[in-house]
C-alpha cells in the first residue's frame, strides 16, 4: 500500500487528497497527515520543512517519491479528471517538473476552486442521497 504524506493543513492538499481517495484506487492508498509522521519520515532522510513543501509518496516496495515523481504515483490509473494528467505528456512532463517547485512553495495562495470538487468534502456529501447506494 502507498502511503501518501500530505499538508493536512493546506486547504488544496486537504481536496487533493479527498479526490485521490474517493477514487477507485484508494484501498492501494494511504493518505498520512505530515503533521504527527515527522518520525517516519525522518528514517528516509526527509526533514518536516521538505515534507511540508513538497509531496512525498512511499511506494508499497519502500521507496520514497517526492516532488512531481510523487503526485504522479499519486495519480497512476486515477480515472477521474485532473490536470495532473497532462503532466506526463511528452514536452508538458519536463516542464511540470521544472514548474512543480514553485507551485509547491505558493499552494496556499491558490483558491481550492483550482481542482474539482470530492463528491463528499468536509463531512457534506453533493451526492443525493437516493443515489448513494448506486455505486
Not at 47 to 56: D, N, R
Request: net charge neutral; with cysteine.
Amino acid at each position: 500500500m502507498h502511503k501518501i504524506f500530505y499538508d493536512a493543513e493546506c486547504p488544496i492538499c486537504v481536496r487533493e487528497i479527498e479526490l485521490i481517495m474517493q477514487d477507485s484506487r484508494a484501498g492501494f492508498m494511504e493518505a498520512v497527515p505530515i503533521q504527527g509522521s515527522e518520525a517516519v519520515l525522518a528514517q528516509y532522510g526527509i526533514t518536516t520543512e521538505a515534507a511540508l513543501t513538497y509531496l512525498h509518496v512511499l511506494t508499497d516496495d519502500g521507496v520514497m517519491l517526492q516532488k512531481m515523481a510523487a503526485v504522479r504515483k499519486m495519480y497512476e490509473g486515477y480515472q477521474g479528471f485532473a490536470l495532473v494528467k497532462l503532466a506526463n505528456l511528452p514536452l508538458l512532463d519536463k516542464l511540470a517538473d521544472w514548474l512543480y517547485p514553485w507551485f509547491a512553495r505558493h499552494r496556499y495562495q491558490f483558491p481550492k476552486w483550482l481542482l474539482p470538487r470530492p463528491e463528499c468534502e468536509g463531512g457534506v456529501c453533493r451526492i443525493p442521497p437516493k443515489e448513494r447506494t448506486k455505486k
